[in-house]
């Protein structure tokens, strides 16, 4: 290997320095800008959780006021762009509407991508993180065939994405705060998680000075794997097919002989070896909100609480030091709220929009970044001469 290292899936290699967020994965710690994610959940708000993302310090009153002011300025989507979702079949998956709307808006915001310029950065971010929300509720009602919400800026942002997702014309749309603090706190909860793998495809396409909406765009298709973002339906499909906790004896069975390659999904993470603090925090959430929905007796709760219960005292998870994580208990707060399987992905997209920003922004703004070309272990053919195909 020479001055090579061998590091697949980059299991012991960093990829760069980062200011953003800190991880301790044995103590089960994370911090945005140092932090905790327990205090920020309890006590900020998504949008100010975006301020700090990306500014690295808390806002003062005016600062948040005039950046909240900012976000929903920019909510709406040019009416061109939202011709784009008439190209998709309604059965289309909401990730692949997504990848493909995010990449187009670097057809129509390209007025300020000097990527130099810290003016351009700012209101590129802020572009991308208003018009997210809009972008994943047209997605939606494409889905289910009803006419695109447009953004009412006088509600707060999660609200707004209630709204725009769930209203109908010619009938009032009453929001539920319980609903729409849930969806904040999920959101504060996914916002950032410093390299995983679709934050470092951002990194990735970033370093070659593209266009940052395509970066964006990249790191959509990244989450939309089951290994990652894409956990989250992924448990939910898992619930439904168990379907009754007399079943989960034998669900887990088959996990542990790795039968076709059946995980836990919602279980694992390659840097928490202790526990995955969001996963705790989303724990407590959907009691919370499930008692306030009066849906206490979920049975899809008891189910995931049944397999948490059973996984935590077996011997194959306790060696390979599997927890829940942040996908285990999200999707049955989605599904509370009333929000479909195939958008669970699709929501964490929204929460990670200004992770994906603010890395962007970190790099770029980063004299010294060069671009990411990692190398190879060659294992093909040895040189040989070309022979004309009447020979061969
Ligand atoms: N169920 C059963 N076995 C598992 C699981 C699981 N969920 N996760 C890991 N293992 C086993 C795996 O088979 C391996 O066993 P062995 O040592 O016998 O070969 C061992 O644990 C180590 O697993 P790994 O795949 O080498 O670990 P990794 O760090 O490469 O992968 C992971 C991490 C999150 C992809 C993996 O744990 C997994 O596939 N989990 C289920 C999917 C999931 O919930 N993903 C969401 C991750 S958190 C949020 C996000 O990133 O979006």
């Known amino acids: 290997l020479g001055i090579f290292t061998y590091d697949p899936g980059f299991t012991s290699t960093c990829s760069t320095k980062s200011a953003i967020t800190y991880i301790d994965g044995d103590e089960g710690v994370l911090l945005y800008r140092g932090y905790p994610v327990e205090q920020l959940a309890e006590k900020s708000s998504f949008i100010e959780v975006c301020y700090l993302t990306l500014h690295g310090e808390l806002p003062s009153a005016t600062q948040l006021a005039e950046f909240d002011q900012s976000i929903r300025r920019h909510t709406m989507l040019n009416e061109s762009l939202r011709k784009f979702f008439d190209g998709f079949n309604y059965d289309a998956h909401p990730m692949a509407m997504m990848t493909g709307v995010v990449g187009s808006l670097s057809a129509f915001y390209h007025d300020t991508t000097n990527n130099k310029d810290p003016k351009h950065r700012e209101i590129f971010a802020h572009r991308m993180i208003a018009k997210i929300p809009t972008i994943a509720a047209a997605v939606y009602k494409k889905t289910v065939g009803q006419p695109f919400v447009y953004p009412k800026n006088d509600l707060d942002y999660s609200s707004n994405l209630l709204r725009m997702m769930f209203a109908v014309p010619a009938e009032e749309y009453e929001i539920n705060p319980v609903a729409a603090k849930a969806l904040d706190v999920l959101f504060i909860l996914h916002a950032d998680h410093e390299q995983n793998a679709s934050t470092s495809t951002v990194r ?183 022979t004309p195909v009447a020979q061969r």
């Open 204 to 386: 990735m396409a970033g370093s070659t000075g593209t266009n940052p909406y395509a970066a964006i765009s990249s790191g959509i298709a990244a989450l939309w794997g089951p290994s990652h973002g894409g956990a989250n339906e992924a448990v939910l499909e898992m619930l439904n097919e168990i379907g009754d906790v007399k079943h989960v004896p034998a669900f887990m069975q088959k996990v542990k002989d790795k039968v076709e390659g059946v995980r836990l999904m919602g279980f694992g993470h390659r840097v928490y070896k202790n526990f995955d603090p969001r996963a705790k925090i989303i724990r407590e959430q959907c009691h919370k909100v499930l008692k306030a929905l009066g849906k206490e007796n979920d049975p899809k709760m008891e189910l995931a609480l049944k397999l948490e219960e059973i996984a935590l005292n077996d011997d194959y998870f306790k060696q390979r030091k599997l927890y829940p994580n942040v996908d285990f208990y999200s999707g049955i707060i989605y599904e509370a709220l009333g929000i479909p399987v195939n958008m669970f992905t699709p929501m964490f997209a929204v929460g990670r929009t200004v992770g994906w920003c603010a890395h962007w922004n970190e790099m770029t703004a980063d004299s010294t970044t060069r671009i990411a070309r990692p190398r190879q272990v060659y294992t093909g053919a040895a040189v040989r001469d070309y």
